[in-house]
């Protein structure tokens, strides 16, 4: 069964430094997600992305935070001076179709990020 | 704004038991999607039974069922002949079914033991 594909599974970081969370989606897909959890609490939303843009984003979202498909099969989400704060697991999601038929995401194993 | 209310944040049952997990929704759409996911301590994010609000008939994928009461935005998961394999953390979900909001909005999750 086709797997969306995030590296690195865990990566640490010093504060202030950038870091690149990498997701290779499901080849057919066309529309991609980025949410984070932090420990114990609820999935968020972070950013949509069709078409080569940003469909949607939440107020997580900041100038800290950009995405990009560089390359047609990686979608990467690349954190600019990371923060304590930011230390969560980052899930990349895909979809094929949005609507009708729509059979929910695919998620990705994700990424844990800690931030220190 | 949509919200997702799930009032058991942890739940524990002897394998082979039924158990029922309670979800609430407030939203003002009348087309939309509701899903659970099973989150197991791999962290990875799993799709369990996805409802389409516009078909009364509840979704069942084998030993899961739903009971989705559109009225009352109610949406509770049943797990039939529970399984160790069944232990992991149920997230339920809404999203909305129209041109240009397509991320999912989840609720806080109800931890579920499946005991031996």
């Known amino acids: 069964e086709p797997e969306v594909t995030q590296t690195p599974s865990h990566q640490v970081t010093q504060m202030g430094q950038e870091v690149i969370l990498r997701c290779v989606p499901i080849s057919n897909h066309l529309y991609f997600y980025w949410y984070r959890q932090i420990l114990g609490q609820k999935v968020e939303f972070l950013v949509s992305?069709?078409?080569?843009?940003?469909?949607?984003k939440s107020e997580i979202f900041d100038d800290q935070f950009s995405v990009e498909r560089p390359d047609g099969s990686n979608f990467t989400l690349k954190i600019r001076s990371t923060k304590l704060e930011d230390s969560a697991m980052y899930f990349c999601?895909?979809?094929?179709?949005?609507?009708?038929?729509?059979?929910?995401?695919?998620f990705g194993s994700g990424t844990r990020l800690t931030v220190v | 704004a949509q919200t997702v209310t799930q009032s058991q944040p942890e739940m524990s049952v002897q394998e082979a038991e039924t158990v029922t997990l309670s979800c609430t929704y407030d939203t003002s759409e009348n087309n939309y999607y509701l899903f659970w996911y099973k989150q197991p301590p791999s962290r990875q994010m799993i799709l369990v039974i996805r409802q389409e609000a516009y078909k009364q008939q509840n979704a069942t994928e084998n030993r899961f069922s739903v009971n989705f009461q559109k009225a009352a935005k109610s949406f509770s998961l049943k797990i039939s002949d529970s399984q160790l394999g069944d232990t992991a953390m149920y997230f339920c979900a809404f999203m909305k079914h129209g041109n240009r909001d397509d991320k999912i909005i989840f609720g806080k999750g109800t931890r579920l033991h499946i005991l031996p």
């Open positions: 992305f069709y078409n080569n843009e940003i469909s949607e």
């Open positions: 999601a895909s979809s094929e179709v949005r609507f009708a038929g729509f059979n929910g995401y695919t």
